[in-house]
Nanobody, 117 residues
Framework: QVQLVESGGGLVQAGGSLRLSCAAS????????MAWFRQAPGKEREFVAA???????TYADSVKGRFTISRDNAKNTVYLQMDSLKPEDTAVYYC???????????WGQGTQVTVSS
């Protein structure tokens, strides 16, 4: 079992940057793959980025080249650096964890990101 708490959301102008953090409880953080998802109003939750236990990463095409996922196992934290933000990036961003990459049984409560034009 792992508990996840996101932070770092907020309001930013288009073209700006934000860094989201997701702090995980427990002593086995390094054994989990981690991911970020987002959900905009009236839309389904969508995949944003994932990072494996050994640091390999993958991104949705819509954020590739603008967002960077990273992890600090010493701090039990995964990050999402978001640059060149667009209004269409506005959503609630969720952190997820799983032992198997692509299977996400653990979720945080989400943090709101709003990008103004």
């Amino acid at each position: 079992q792992v508990q996840l708490v996101e932070s770092g959301g907020g309001l930013v102008q288009a073209g700006g940057s934000l860094r989201l953090s997701c702090a995980a409880s427990g002593r086995t953080f390094s054994s989990y793959a981690m991911a970020w998802f987002r959900q905009a109003p009236g839309k389904e939750r969508e995949f944003v980025a994932a990072i494996s236990q050994i640091g390999g990463s993958t991104y949705a095409d819509s954020v590739k080249g603008r967002f960077t996922i990273s992890r600090d196992n010493a701090k039990n934290t995964v990050y999402l650096q978001m640059d060149s933000l667009k209004p269409e990036d506005t959503a609630v961003y969720y952190c997820a964890a799983g032992v198997v990459l692509g299977v996400w049984p653990y979720w945080g409560q989400g943090t709101q990101v709003t990008v103004s034009s």
